[in-house]
């Protein structure tokens, strides 16, 4: 992390109390985590320069169980979207799920006959702007009607007051879906469906699901189902959505730092060149 976004995150963090004076960087807890979540090493491999293996571990632990990635994706969120000129809570969602194989030392797996893999499904629900909202994980034998009502309840807890349409895709498509989800929340489910089989079409408003997974399938750590707990995928995925959200948030004092830093270079060259005799 650059000192921006542990500026960001440490804002939000809740560290435990009680106990011997703490004396670990916590700074190198969270960059040890998203170590071996960007590599998908183990635990035991991680760099000698990050603490001991036991204490990243339990810190991660703490992390997850404080549901303190979810905290502060919320946060962030927020933030991004007033940055961008939005409103801080979004009015439209688009869910979808994506299925990944598990190993052996998984949990809870199951066979998803359309794609064809053993694992588990992640559900995604995210705004317009492709901004995680919540993430659930299920074994993959759950249909994508079961597994987005798990989604919206989640979504339902947060108190999104502005949400009022829901985007999905075929997976999703038929009348009691849409019945299920207008009287349980007053949301309005509308699956969008192709118009051609075989051809590929950008879908309106359903590709910034799409780029989304996207961006989560760049950490190795998420490559695969290596959890016994779904709860930990969750977390891994909201530490990954954390970290992009406060990437976001800095882009704008980086990029104005490097101009900063090119136009002075380029005055105190031609003070330079200024001073030298003609």
């Known amino acids: 992390m650059s000192d921006e976004q542990w500026k960001l995150i440490a804002l939000h963090l809740v560290l435990p109390t009680g106990g011997a004076p703490k004396t670990t960087d916590v700074r190198e807890v969270i960059n040890a985590i998203l170590y071996q979540l960007r590599t998908g090493c183990q635990w035991a491999l991680l760099p000698h320069d990050f603490p001991p293996e036991g204490t990243v571990r339990r810190y991660s632990r703490y992390f997850k169980e404080t549901g303190q990635w979810e905290t502060i ?28 194989k598990g190993t052996r030392n998984s ?15 992640r559900h995604f629900l ?14 993959a034998n759950i249909q994508e009607r079961a597994g987005a009502k798990l989604v919206l309840q989640k979504a339902a807890n947060k108190g999104l007051s502005r949400l009022q349409k829901i985007l999905a895709d075929d997976g999703y498509s038929g009348q009691p879906m849409v019945d299920y989800v207008r009287s349980q929340y007053s ?25 989304t997974i996207g961006w989560m399938n760049n950490w190795r750590g998420l490559s695969k189902h290596y959890d016994c707990d779904s709860s930990t995928s969750e977390a891994k995925v909201l530490l990954a959505s954390v970290y992009y959200l406060s990437k976001r948030l800095t882009r704008q004092q980086e990029e104005k730092e490097k101009i900063d ?4 270079e380029r005055l105190r060259q031609l003070g330079k060149k200024t001073t030298q005799p003609s």
């Not at 949990?107 to 499904?121: N, S």
């Not at 995210?126 to 074994?139: K, P, Q």
Request: proline letters at 3%; hydrophobic letters at 45%; glycine letters at 6%.
């Open 73 to 100: 994706n919320d946060a962030m969120r927020r933030a991004v979207r007033v940055q961008a000129g939005r409103d801080p809570e979004p009015s439209l969602a688009i869910i979808d799920s994506q299925s990944v």
């Open 107 to 121: 949990g809870e797996v199951g066979y998803d006959a359309g794609k064809k893999i053993k694992g588990i499904k």
């Open 126 to 139: 995210v705004d317009a702007m492709g901004l995680l909202i919540c993430i659930v994980v299920h074994a």
């Open 187 to 211: 949301w309005e489910f509308e699956s969008v469906k192709r118009t051609e089989l075989h051809k590929f079409e950008v879908m309106p408003r359903r590709w910034v699901v799409e780029r």
């Open 261 to 264: 830093h090119v136009l002075d």
